[in-house]
Protein backbone atom coordinates (compact mmCIF):
# COMPACT_ATOMS: atom_id res chain seq x y z
CA UNK A 1 0.00 0.00 0.00
CA UNK A 2 2.96 2.02 -0.56
CA UNK A 3 1.65 4.39 -3.09
CA UNK A 4 -1.40 5.61 -0.99
CA UNK A 5 1.38 6.82 1.44
CA UNK A 6 2.89 9.43 -1.36
CA UNK A 7 -0.47 11.33 -2.45
CA UNK A 8 -3.53 11.22 -0.19
CA UNK A 9 -6.93 9.67 -1.39
CA UNK A 10 -9.49 11.71 -1.15
CA UNK A 11 -11.87 10.29 -3.94
CA UNK A 12 -12.75 6.71 -5.32
CA UNK A 13 -14.15 6.24 -8.75
CA UNK A 14 -15.95 2.37 -8.88
CA UNK A 15 -17.03 0.19 -10.91
CA UNK A 16 -20.07 -1.14 -10.45
CA UNK A 17 -20.93 -4.92 -12.13
CA UNK A 18 -18.61 -7.70 -10.40
CA UNK A 19 -17.48 -4.60 -7.64
CA UNK A 20 -20.74 -3.84 -6.48
CA UNK A 21 -22.82 -6.34 -7.77
CA UNK A 22 -22.90 -9.47 -10.57
CA UNK A 23 -25.53 -8.82 -12.80
CA UNK A 24 -28.35 -11.82 -14.06
CA UNK A 25 -30.41 -11.95 -17.61
CA UNK A 26 -33.25 -12.61 -15.86
CA UNK A 27 -33.41 -10.81 -12.38
CA UNK A 28 -31.84 -7.95 -10.30
CA UNK A 29 -28.56 -10.03 -9.95
CA UNK A 30 -26.97 -10.02 -6.48
CA UNK A 31 -24.94 -7.53 -4.03
CA UNK A 32 -21.06 -9.08 -4.01
CA UNK A 33 -20.86 -9.79 -0.10
CA UNK A 34 -19.81 -6.73 1.81
CA UNK A 35 -20.24 -4.26 -1.16
CA UNK A 36 -23.01 -2.51 0.58
CA UNK A 37 -21.19 -1.75 3.69
CA UNK A 38 -18.09 -0.55 2.13
CA UNK A 39 -20.07 2.10 -0.21
CA UNK A 40 -21.60 3.44 2.81
CA UNK A 41 -18.37 3.77 4.60
CA UNK A 42 -16.63 5.18 1.39
CA UNK A 43 -19.44 7.51 0.87
CA UNK A 44 -18.98 8.66 4.95
CA UNK A 45 -15.35 9.17 4.48
CA UNK A 46 -14.58 10.42 1.15
CA UNK A 47 -15.96 11.48 -2.33
CA UNK A 48 -17.34 8.43 -4.49
CA UNK A 49 -18.66 8.48 -7.96
CA UNK A 50 -19.62 4.95 -9.89
CA UNK A 51 -18.02 4.87 -13.42
CA UNK A 52 -19.78 2.02 -15.44
CA UNK A 53 -19.35 0.89 -19.02
CA UNK A 54 -23.17 -0.62 -18.58
CA UNK A 55 -25.42 0.35 -22.00
CA UNK A 56 -28.25 -2.79 -21.40
CA UNK A 57 -30.30 0.05 -19.15
CA UNK A 58 -30.96 3.68 -18.55
CA UNK A 59 -29.07 5.53 -15.81
CA UNK A 60 -32.30 5.74 -13.88
CA UNK A 61 -32.68 1.99 -14.53
CA UNK A 62 -29.48 1.10 -13.35
CA UNK A 63 -29.55 3.60 -9.93
CA UNK A 64 -33.18 1.78 -8.92
CA UNK A 65 -31.87 -1.26 -9.54
CA UNK A 66 -29.05 -0.74 -7.07
CA UNK A 67 -30.83 0.82 -4.75
CA UNK A 68 -33.23 -2.00 -4.37
CA UNK A 69 -30.35 -4.48 -3.94
CA UNK A 70 -29.71 -2.42 -0.41
CA UNK A 71 -27.03 0.24 -1.88
CA UNK A 72 -27.15 3.77 -0.47
CA UNK A 73 -25.90 5.78 -3.22
CA UNK A 74 -27.26 8.39 -5.44
CA UNK A 75 -28.54 8.71 -9.29
CA UNK A 76 -26.46 11.90 -9.93
CA UNK A 77 -23.05 10.13 -9.18
CA UNK A 78 -23.45 7.23 -11.49
CA UNK A 79 -21.90 7.90 -14.91
CA UNK A 80 -22.67 5.46 -17.68
CA UNK A 81 -21.40 6.40 -21.54
CA UNK A 82 -24.59 6.21 -23.31
CA UNK A 83 -25.52 9.70 -22.80
CA UNK A 84 -21.32 11.03 -23.66
CA UNK A 85 -22.01 9.09 -26.47
CA UNK A 86 -25.03 10.48 -27.82
CA UNK A 87 -23.67 13.91 -27.45
CA UNK A 88 -20.49 12.67 -29.38
CA UNK A 89 -23.05 11.37 -32.51
CA UNK A 90 -25.27 14.83 -32.27
CA UNK A 91 -21.62 16.64 -32.41
CA UNK A 92 -20.36 14.67 -35.51
CA UNK A 93 -23.84 14.20 -37.33
CA UNK A 94 -23.73 10.57 -37.03
CA UNK A 95 -26.47 8.63 -37.56
CA UNK A 96 -26.07 4.89 -36.07
CA UNK A 97 -27.04 1.64 -36.88
CA UNK A 98 -27.64 0.69 -33.49
CA UNK A 99 -26.20 -2.74 -32.26
CA UNK A 100 -27.38 -2.21 -28.50
CA UNK A 101 -29.26 -3.64 -25.72
CA UNK A 102 -33.59 -4.00 -25.82
CA UNK A 103 -33.45 -1.82 -22.56
CA UNK A 104 -31.22 0.87 -23.99
CA UNK A 105 -32.87 1.64 -27.61
CA UNK A 106 -34.46 4.61 -26.13
CA UNK A 107 -31.39 6.28 -24.92
CA UNK A 108 -30.34 6.44 -28.86
CA UNK A 109 -34.03 7.52 -29.86
CA UNK A 110 -32.52 11.08 -30.74
CA UNK A 111 -29.42 10.12 -32.89
CA UNK A 112 -31.32 7.55 -35.71
CA UNK A 113 -31.93 8.09 -38.87
CA UNK A 114 -32.26 7.32 -42.29
CA UNK A 115 -29.47 5.79 -44.03
CA UNK A 116 -26.93 5.13 -41.21
CA UNK A 117 -23.39 6.61 -41.66
CA UNK A 118 -21.74 4.54 -38.45
CA UNK A 119 -22.34 2.10 -36.28
CA UNK A 120 -22.74 1.93 -32.46
CA UNK A 121 -22.12 -1.11 -30.45
CA UNK A 122 -22.76 -1.84 -26.71
CA UNK A 123 -23.21 -4.90 -24.84
CA UNK A 124 -26.10 -6.00 -26.67
CA UNK A 125 -26.21 -9.76 -25.88
CA UNK A 126 -28.81 -11.42 -27.32
CA UNK A 127 -28.92 -8.59 -30.06
CA UNK A 128 -25.69 -9.78 -31.05
CA UNK A 129 -27.30 -12.33 -34.18
CA UNK A 130 -25.72 -13.29 -37.42
CA UNK A 131 -28.63 -11.43 -38.85
CA UNK A 132 -28.17 -7.94 -37.18
CA UNK A 133 -24.04 -8.33 -37.33
CA UNK A 134 -24.47 -9.26 -40.98
CA UNK A 135 -26.96 -5.97 -41.34
CA UNK A 136 -24.39 -3.68 -39.37
CA UNK A 137 -21.36 -5.45 -41.61
CA UNK A 138 -23.49 -4.26 -44.61
CA UNK A 139 -24.26 -0.17 -43.42
CA UNK A 140 -20.23 -0.66 -43.11
CA UNK A 141 -19.20 -2.02 -46.26
CA UNK A 142 -21.08 0.89 -48.17
CA UNK A 143 -19.09 3.75 -46.59
CA UNK A 144 -16.35 5.61 -47.55
CA UNK A 145 -14.73 6.00 -44.31
CA UNK A 146 -16.14 3.11 -42.04
CA UNK A 147 -16.80 3.87 -38.39
CA UNK A 148 -17.68 2.12 -35.24
CA UNK A 149 -18.61 3.59 -31.71
CA UNK A 150 -18.58 1.50 -28.76
CA UNK A 151 -19.97 1.97 -25.76
CA UNK A 152 -16.96 0.01 -23.74
CA UNK A 153 -14.81 -2.06 -25.21
CA UNK A 154 -14.67 -5.59 -22.75
CA UNK A 155 -13.67 -8.81 -23.56
CA UNK A 156 -16.13 -10.16 -21.05
CA UNK A 157 -17.98 -9.40 -18.02
CA UNK A 158 -19.61 -11.70 -14.75
CA UNK A 159 -23.33 -12.93 -15.55
CA UNK A 160 -24.61 -14.80 -12.66
CA UNK A 161 -24.87 -17.60 -14.46
CA UNK A 162 -21.05 -17.21 -15.93
CA UNK A 163 -18.72 -15.03 -17.91
CA UNK A 164 -20.65 -13.38 -20.90
CA UNK A 165 -19.14 -12.25 -23.90
CA UNK A 166 -18.88 -8.08 -24.07
CA UNK A 167 -19.06 -5.76 -26.86
CA UNK A 168 -15.00 -5.81 -27.55
CA UNK A 169 -14.56 -9.05 -29.86
CA UNK A 170 -17.99 -8.37 -31.94
CA UNK A 171 -16.50 -5.17 -32.63
CA UNK A 172 -13.13 -6.81 -33.77
CA UNK A 173 -15.34 -8.83 -36.10
CA UNK A 174 -16.91 -6.10 -37.88
CA UNK A 175 -13.65 -4.30 -38.14
CA UNK A 176 -11.89 -7.04 -39.39
CA UNK A 177 -14.47 -7.63 -42.07
CA UNK A 178 -14.54 -3.82 -43.07
CA UNK A 179 -11.47 -2.10 -41.60
CA UNK A 180 -13.25 0.37 -39.79
CA UNK A 181 -12.17 2.52 -37.40
CA UNK A 182 -13.53 2.35 -33.82
CA UNK A 183 -14.10 4.92 -31.08
CA UNK A 184 -14.47 3.90 -27.83
CA UNK A 185 -16.51 5.80 -25.53
CA UNK A 186 -16.86 4.75 -21.75
CA UNK A 187 -14.17 2.85 -19.82
CA UNK A 188 -11.17 3.30 -20.67
CA UNK A 189 -11.10 6.40 -22.84
CA UNK A 190 -9.39 9.37 -20.52
CA UNK A 191 -12.20 11.77 -20.90
CA UNK A 192 -14.94 9.22 -19.32
CA UNK A 193 -12.86 8.78 -16.02
CA UNK A 194 -12.01 12.89 -16.21
CA UNK A 195 -16.15 13.76 -16.31
CA UNK A 196 -16.59 11.94 -13.33
CA UNK A 197 -13.38 13.29 -11.11
CA UNK A 198 -14.08 16.83 -12.34
CA UNK A 199 -17.53 16.17 -10.86
CA UNK A 200 -16.36 15.62 -7.76
CA UNK A 201 -14.10 18.92 -7.74
CA UNK A 202 -10.71 16.67 -7.80
CA UNK A 203 -7.71 15.90 -10.23
CA UNK A 204 -6.56 12.43 -11.29
CA UNK A 205 -3.98 12.43 -8.41
CA UNK A 206 -6.54 12.18 -5.74
CA UNK A 207 -8.97 9.69 -6.71
CA UNK A 208 -8.31 5.86 -6.41
CA UNK A 209 -10.31 3.82 -9.25
CA UNK A 210 -11.24 0.03 -8.13
CA UNK A 211 -12.39 -2.02 -10.73
CA UNK A 212 -12.59 -5.78 -11.96
CA UNK A 213 -11.41 -5.36 -15.26
CA UNK A 214 -7.57 -5.24 -16.63
CA UNK A 215 -8.20 -3.38 -19.74
CA UNK A 216 -11.20 -1.25 -18.96
CA UNK A 217 -10.75 -0.44 -15.51
CA UNK A 218 -7.14 -0.91 -14.17
CA UNK A 219 -5.09 -0.12 -17.54
CA UNK A 220 -7.50 2.39 -18.42
CA UNK A 221 -6.92 4.28 -15.41
CA UNK A 222 -3.24 3.51 -14.82
CA UNK A 223 -2.51 4.84 -18.59
CA UNK A 224 -3.43 8.01 -17.68
CA UNK A 225 -2.33 8.59 -14.37
CA UNK A 226 -5.02 7.41 -12.27
CA UNK A 227 -4.15 4.87 -9.25
CA UNK A 228 -6.17 1.65 -9.34
CA UNK A 229 -6.87 -1.46 -7.65
CA UNK A 230 -8.03 -4.94 -9.24
CA UNK A 231 -10.86 -6.60 -7.92
CA UNK A 232 -10.60 -10.14 -7.76
CA UNK A 233 -14.42 -10.34 -7.41
CA UNK A 234 -16.75 -10.24 -10.63
CA UNK A 235 -14.97 -12.07 -13.72
CA UNK A 236 -12.42 -12.77 -11.56
CA UNK A 237 -14.59 -15.06 -8.44
CA UNK A 238 -14.34 -13.21 -5.24
CA UNK A 239 -11.28 -13.52 -3.64
CA UNK A 240 -10.50 -9.65 -2.97
CA UNK A 241 -13.88 -8.16 -2.52
CA UNK A 242 -13.97 -4.27 -1.70
CA UNK A 243 -15.00 -4.75 1.59
CA UNK A 244 -11.31 -6.68 2.50
CA UNK A 245 -9.35 -4.05 0.18
CA UNK A 246 -10.88 -1.17 2.34
CA UNK A 247 -9.83 -2.95 5.43
CA UNK A 248 -6.35 -3.32 4.39
CA UNK A 249 -6.26 0.33 3.09
CA UNK A 250 -7.13 1.33 6.87
CA UNK A 251 -4.89 -1.15 8.39
CA UNK B 1 0.45 -11.51 -69.06
CA UNK B 2 3.93 -11.09 -68.66
CA UNK B 3 3.98 -13.82 -65.55
CA UNK B 4 2.13 -16.46 -67.86
CA UNK B 5 5.28 -16.30 -70.72
CA UNK B 6 7.89 -17.46 -67.88
CA UNK B 7 6.21 -20.64 -67.19
CA UNK B 8 3.69 -22.77 -69.06
CA UNK B 9 0.57 -23.24 -67.43
CA UNK B 10 -0.83 -26.78 -66.99
CA UNK B 11 -3.21 -26.51 -64.27
CA UNK B 12 -5.80 -24.10 -62.79
CA UNK B 13 -7.07 -23.90 -59.23
CA UNK B 14 -10.40 -22.30 -58.96
CA UNK B 15 -12.20 -21.03 -56.20
CA UNK B 16 -16.26 -21.84 -56.27
CA UNK B 17 -18.08 -19.27 -54.70
CA UNK B 18 -17.90 -16.05 -56.12
CA UNK B 19 -16.16 -17.44 -59.19
CA UNK B 20 -18.53 -20.22 -60.20
CA UNK B 21 -21.71 -18.91 -58.70
CA UNK B 22 -23.06 -16.87 -55.61
CA UNK B 23 -25.14 -18.40 -52.98
CA UNK B 24 -28.37 -17.97 -51.83
CA UNK B 25 -29.83 -18.70 -48.53
CA UNK B 26 -32.49 -20.22 -50.37
CA UNK B 27 -31.92 -21.79 -53.00
CA UNK B 28 -29.67 -23.27 -55.16
CA UNK B 29 -27.96 -19.68 -56.01
CA UNK B 30 -27.03 -18.30 -59.52
CA UNK B 31 -24.03 -19.53 -61.78
CA UNK B 32 -22.16 -16.12 -63.03
CA UNK B 33 -22.84 -15.82 -66.43
CA UNK B 34 -19.68 -17.60 -68.59
CA UNK B 35 -18.43 -19.36 -65.83
CA UNK B 36 -20.34 -22.81 -67.09
CA UNK B 37 -18.08 -22.25 -70.48
CA UNK B 38 -15.27 -21.35 -68.92
CA UNK B 39 -14.99 -24.50 -66.39
CA UNK B 40 -15.80 -26.50 -69.94
CA UNK B 41 -13.01 -24.79 -71.54
CA UNK B 42 -10.63 -25.31 -69.21
CA UNK B 43 -11.25 -28.91 -68.52
CA UNK B 44 -10.73 -29.25 -72.20
CA UNK B 45 -7.64 -27.66 -72.30
CA UNK B 46 -6.04 -28.21 -68.87
CA UNK B 47 -6.19 -30.11 -65.29
CA UNK B 48 -8.19 -28.67 -63.02
CA UNK B 49 -9.03 -28.46 -59.64
CA UNK B 50 -11.97 -26.37 -57.24
CA UNK B 51 -10.69 -25.53 -53.67
CA UNK B 52 -13.47 -24.10 -51.69
CA UNK B 53 -13.57 -22.81 -47.88
CA UNK B 54 -17.16 -23.94 -48.35
CA UNK B 55 -18.13 -25.59 -45.02
CA UNK B 56 -21.80 -25.01 -44.87
CA UNK B 57 -22.77 -28.50 -46.99
CA UNK B 58 -20.78 -31.72 -47.84
CA UNK B 59 -18.69 -31.87 -50.79
CA UNK B 60 -21.02 -34.36 -52.07
CA UNK B 61 -23.88 -31.48 -51.18
CA UNK B 62 -21.96 -29.04 -52.85
CA UNK B 63 -21.16 -31.13 -56.32
CA UNK B 64 -24.49 -31.98 -56.85
CA UNK B 65 -26.13 -28.51 -56.07
CA UNK B 66 -22.56 -27.11 -59.11
CA UNK B 67 -23.80 -30.07 -61.71
CA UNK B 68 -27.51 -29.10 -60.69
CA UNK B 69 -26.81 -25.40 -62.10
CA UNK B 70 -24.99 -26.11 -64.94
CA UNK B 71 -21.38 -27.30 -64.13
CA UNK B 72 -19.81 -30.40 -65.31
CA UNK B 73 -17.59 -31.18 -63.05
CA UNK B 74 -16.47 -34.15 -60.99
CA UNK B 75 -17.05 -34.17 -57.08
CA UNK B 76 -13.47 -35.62 -57.02
CA UNK B 77 -12.22 -32.78 -57.93
CA UNK B 78 -13.81 -30.22 -55.58
CA UNK B 79 -11.38 -29.96 -52.40
CA UNK B 80 -13.28 -28.13 -49.46
CA UNK B 81 -11.76 -28.28 -45.82
CA UNK B 82 -14.25 -30.13 -43.53
CA UNK B 83 -12.49 -33.74 -44.28
CA UNK B 84 -8.77 -31.96 -43.80
CA UNK B 85 -10.00 -30.45 -40.48
CA UNK B 86 -12.05 -34.01 -38.97
CA UNK B 87 -8.04 -35.63 -39.72
CA UNK B 88 -6.20 -32.56 -37.84
CA UNK B 89 -8.91 -33.16 -35.27
CA UNK B 90 -8.40 -36.79 -34.69
CA UNK B 91 -4.50 -36.60 -34.99
CA UNK B 92 -4.33 -33.57 -32.00
CA UNK B 93 -7.00 -35.61 -29.92
CA UNK B 94 -8.89 -32.94 -30.11
CA UNK B 95 -12.98 -32.50 -29.10
CA UNK B 96 -14.70 -29.47 -30.82
CA UNK B 97 -17.60 -27.60 -29.21
CA UNK B 98 -18.85 -26.76 -33.38
CA UNK B 99 -19.80 -23.56 -34.48
CA UNK B 100 -20.86 -24.57 -38.01
CA UNK B 101 -23.37 -24.56 -40.29
CA UNK B 102 -26.32 -26.95 -39.84
CA UNK B 103 -25.25 -28.46 -43.19
CA UNK B 104 -22.10 -29.18 -41.77
CA UNK B 105 -22.86 -30.75 -38.72
CA UNK B 106 -22.54 -34.28 -40.02
CA UNK B 107 -19.18 -34.12 -40.94
CA UNK B 108 -17.72 -33.46 -38.09
CA UNK B 109 -20.41 -36.21 -35.97
CA UNK B 110 -17.06 -38.44 -35.33
CA UNK B 111 -14.83 -35.73 -33.71
CA UNK B 112 -17.39 -34.23 -31.61
CA UNK B 113 -17.37 -35.78 -27.77
CA UNK B 114 -18.06 -35.17 -24.03
CA UNK B 115 -16.22 -31.74 -22.61
CA UNK B 116 -14.56 -30.01 -25.63
CA UNK B 117 -11.11 -28.86 -25.55
CA UNK B 118 -11.17 -26.85 -28.42
CA UNK B 119 -13.61 -24.45 -31.17
CA UNK B 120 -13.94 -25.38 -34.48
CA UNK B 121 -15.99 -22.52 -36.57
CA UNK B 122 -16.83 -22.62 -39.91
CA UNK B 123 -19.04 -20.07 -41.84
CA UNK B 124 -22.04 -20.94 -39.94
CA UNK B 125 -24.59 -18.06 -41.18
CA UNK B 126 -27.14 -18.22 -38.46
CA UNK B 127 -25.55 -20.68 -36.35
CA UNK B 128 -23.40 -17.96 -35.09
CA UNK B 129 -26.17 -16.41 -32.20
CA UNK B 130 -25.21 -14.38 -28.83
CA UNK B 131 -25.89 -17.92 -27.36
CA UNK B 132 -23.93 -20.27 -29.22
CA UNK B 133 -20.90 -17.70 -29.44
CA UNK B 134 -21.04 -17.53 -25.37
CA UNK B 135 -20.80 -21.31 -25.31
CA UNK B 136 -18.30 -21.35 -27.01
CA UNK B 137 -16.14 -18.40 -25.57
CA UNK B 138 -17.40 -20.44 -21.74
CA UNK B 139 -15.54 -23.56 -23.55
CA UNK B 140 -11.94 -21.54 -24.68
CA UNK B 141 -12.04 -19.69 -20.85
CA UNK B 142 -11.79 -22.75 -19.20
CA UNK B 143 -8.81 -23.78 -21.12
CA UNK B 144 -4.91 -24.00 -20.16
CA UNK B 145 -3.91 -23.04 -23.82
CA UNK B 146 -7.40 -22.25 -25.67
CA UNK B 147 -7.54 -23.23 -29.43
CA UNK B 148 -9.85 -21.98 -32.23
CA UNK B 149 -9.97 -24.02 -35.37
CA UNK B 150 -11.03 -22.48 -38.47
CA UNK B 151 -12.22 -23.90 -41.83
CA UNK B 152 -10.73 -20.91 -43.87
CA UNK B 153 -10.91 -17.17 -42.23
CA UNK B 154 -12.90 -15.00 -45.00
CA UNK B 155 -13.40 -11.71 -44.44
CA UNK B 156 -16.91 -12.02 -46.09
CA UNK B 157 -18.80 -13.30 -48.86
CA UNK B 158 -21.02 -12.41 -51.56
CA UNK B 159 -24.64 -13.93 -51.41
CA UNK B 160 -27.42 -13.39 -53.86
CA UNK B 161 -29.17 -10.82 -51.15
CA UNK B 162 -25.62 -9.08 -50.71
CA UNK B 163 -22.18 -9.63 -49.01
CA UNK B 164 -22.23 -11.58 -45.99
CA UNK B 165 -19.88 -11.86 -42.78
CA UNK B 166 -17.66 -14.50 -43.39
CA UNK B 167 -15.85 -17.34 -40.27
CA UNK B 168 -13.14 -14.70 -39.90
CA UNK B 169 -14.49 -11.94 -37.87
CA UNK B 170 -16.14 -14.27 -35.63
CA UNK B 171 -13.33 -15.85 -34.79
CA UNK B 172 -11.26 -12.90 -33.89
CA UNK B 173 -14.29 -12.12 -31.54
CA UNK B 174 -13.97 -15.35 -29.82
CA UNK B 175 -9.71 -14.38 -29.27
CA UNK B 176 -9.86 -11.24 -28.66
CA UNK B 177 -11.86 -12.11 -24.99
CA UNK B 178 -10.00 -15.49 -24.29
CA UNK B 179 -6.24 -14.57 -26.07
CA UNK B 180 -6.86 -18.07 -27.85
CA UNK B 181 -4.45 -19.24 -30.32
CA UNK B 182 -5.79 -19.77 -34.10
CA UNK B 183 -5.24 -22.74 -36.67
CA UNK B 184 -6.96 -22.60 -40.10
CA UNK B 185 -7.28 -25.01 -42.39
CA UNK B 186 -8.61 -24.69 -45.99
CA UNK B 187 -7.07 -21.55 -47.68
CA UNK B 188 -4.57 -19.15 -46.91
CA UNK B 189 -3.17 -22.51 -45.72
CA UNK B 190 -0.42 -23.75 -47.95
CA UNK B 191 -1.06 -27.74 -46.94
CA UNK B 192 -4.74 -27.02 -48.40
CA UNK B 193 -3.62 -25.78 -52.13
CA UNK B 194 -0.89 -28.49 -52.05
CA UNK B 195 -3.36 -30.98 -51.76
CA UNK B 196 -5.41 -30.41 -55.12
CA UNK B 197 -2.06 -29.11 -56.60
CA UNK B 198 -1.01 -33.10 -55.97
CA UNK B 199 -4.08 -34.55 -56.64
CA UNK B 200 -3.25 -32.84 -60.47
CA UNK B 201 0.61 -34.47 -60.54
CA UNK B 202 1.65 -30.99 -60.76
CA UNK B 203 3.77 -28.29 -58.94
CA UNK B 204 2.97 -25.14 -57.65
CA UNK B 205 4.93 -23.59 -60.38
CA UNK B 206 2.94 -25.32 -63.13
CA UNK B 207 -0.60 -23.84 -61.72
CA UNK B 208 -2.72 -20.59 -61.87
CA UNK B 209 -4.80 -20.06 -58.34
CA UNK B 210 -8.32 -18.12 -59.78
CA UNK B 211 -10.28 -16.67 -56.86
CA UNK B 212 -12.66 -13.01 -56.03
CA UNK B 213 -10.52 -13.14 -51.89
CA UNK B 214 -7.58 -10.84 -51.70
CA UNK B 215 -6.60 -12.85 -48.44
CA UNK B 216 -7.61 -16.37 -48.98
CA UNK B 217 -7.13 -16.98 -52.87
CA UNK B 218 -4.69 -14.05 -53.94
CA UNK B 219 -2.84 -13.58 -50.97
CA UNK B 220 -2.88 -17.39 -50.15
CA UNK B 221 -1.94 -18.40 -52.98
CA UNK B 222 1.30 -15.65 -53.57
CA UNK B 223 2.71 -15.84 -50.13
CA UNK B 224 3.22 -19.64 -51.03
CA UNK B 225 4.61 -18.62 -54.75
CA UNK B 226 1.82 -19.69 -56.61
CA UNK B 227 0.24 -17.43 -59.24
CA UNK B 228 -3.04 -15.91 -58.32
CA UNK B 229 -5.84 -14.16 -60.56
CA UNK B 230 -8.50 -12.16 -58.70
CA UNK B 231 -11.58 -12.14 -60.13
CA UNK B 232 -14.40 -9.08 -59.58
CA UNK B 233 -16.85 -11.19 -59.68
CA UNK B 234 -18.78 -12.66 -56.57
CA UNK B 235 -17.70 -10.33 -53.81
CA UNK B 236 -16.69 -7.34 -56.52
CA UNK B 237 -20.10 -7.37 -57.97
CA UNK B 238 -18.99 -8.54 -61.39
CA UNK B 239 -16.57 -6.54 -63.85
CA UNK B 240 -14.07 -9.53 -64.89
CA UNK B 241 -15.85 -12.72 -64.90
CA UNK B 242 -14.01 -16.09 -65.69
CA UNK B 243 -14.88 -16.08 -69.34
CA UNK B 244 -13.45 -12.85 -70.21
CA UNK B 245 -9.88 -14.03 -68.24
CA UNK B 246 -9.79 -16.73 -70.46
CA UNK B 247 -10.29 -14.57 -73.74
CA UNK B 248 -7.61 -12.16 -72.33
CA UNK B 249 -5.05 -15.58 -71.68
CA UNK B 250 -5.80 -16.66 -75.29
CA UNK B 251 -5.27 -13.17 -76.48
Not at 26 to 38: F, Q, T, V
Not at 126 to 155: C, H, W
Not at 208 to 227: F, H, L, P, T, Y
Request: hydrophobic fraction near 45%; aromatic fraction near 10%; include cysteine.
Amino acid sequence: MEAFRCNPVRGFLLDITGVLYNSSPNSLGRAIPGSIEAVNRLYSESRVRFVSNESSESRYDLAKKLVKLGFNLKEEHIFTPAPIAVRYLKQHALRPYLLVHQGALKEFADVVGEEPNCVLMGDAEETFSYDTMNQAFRVLAKLEDPLIVTVGFGKFYQRIDGPCLDVGGFAKALQYATDARIITIGKPAESFFMTAIDDMGLSKEDVVMIGDDIVSDIGGAMNVGIRAVQLRTGKWRCSVVLMDFLISLAA
